[in-house]
Every structure is written in structure tokens, then in C-alpha cells.
Nanobody
Framework: QLQASGGGFVQAGGSLRLSCAAS???????MGWYRQAPGKQRELVAR???????DYVDSVKGRFTISRDNAKNTVSLQMNRLEPQDTALYYC?????????WGQGTLVTVSS
């Protein structure tokens, strides 16, 4: 089970930090953040491998940072210089092979 938190309302240029807590060990899992804007498909925003390799969608590179704390079974997404097009429901994800889990979404709204 994944529990996401940290969403909110912010003006363009502001920052938010999303957190996701897992009810199990995340050590051997890819952890990721996805988002879905109204009328759009869900897209991968960032993911982090067990060895801390990171991958980002081009639109957030240099602005967002994903990190993990295996001791606390948490994954975070630091979002800086937010833009109105970042407005979406953000979901955390855990994956390894055919094991996939999703958290409930947390809403991020960025005003212009």
C-alpha cells in the first residue's frame, strides 16, 4: 500500500514536495511518480531505481528531483519552479517485474 501526500495549490515559480510512504520495504523496487492532467493520459514524471539511477520526463528535467529513503520506505519528489502545465493529479508507483502498486493521487495545482 502506498500513501501519497504533499500536494497543494501554489503560484507559478513556487515549490512543492510530494512524499509517498510504503507499507512494505521498497529496497528492491523501482519507485516512480506519474501524473495525469485533465483530459490527458497518465505520464511518467520521474523514477528511481534500487541503485538510485534516476530518470525524468524532459519537461521536468532541472526542476524536479526524485529521491528515496529505503530505511523509511519513502520516495519523494521535490518540485521547483512549478509551471501551470505541471497541474495534475500525481501518483506514486512501486514496480518490480509483474509487481505493481499505485498510491492514491495527490493534487497539484499551479496558478499562473
Amino acid at each position: 500500500q502506498l500513501q501519497a501526500s504533499g500536494g497543494g495549490f501554489v503560484q507559478a515559480g513556487g515549490s512543492l514536495r510530494l512524499s509517498c510512504a510504503a507499507s512494505r520495504s521498497i529496497t528492491s523496487f523501482f519507485m516512480g511518480w506519474y501524473r495525469q492532467a485533465p483530459g490527458k493520459q497518465r505520464e511518467l514524471v520521474a523514477r528511481i531505481a534500487p541503485n538510485n539511477w534516476r530518470d525524468y520526463v524532459d519537461s521536468v528535467k532541472g526542476r524536479f528531483t526524485i529521491s528515496r529513503d529505503n530505511a523509511k520506505n519513502t520516495v519523494s519528489l521535490q518540485m521547483n519552479r512549478l509551471e501551470p502545465q505541471d497541474t495534475a493529479l500525481y501518483y506514486c508507483n512501486l514496480a518490480r517485474g509483474n509487481i505493481v502498486a499505485w498510491g492514491q493521487g495527490t493534487l497539484v495545482t499551479v496558478s499562473s
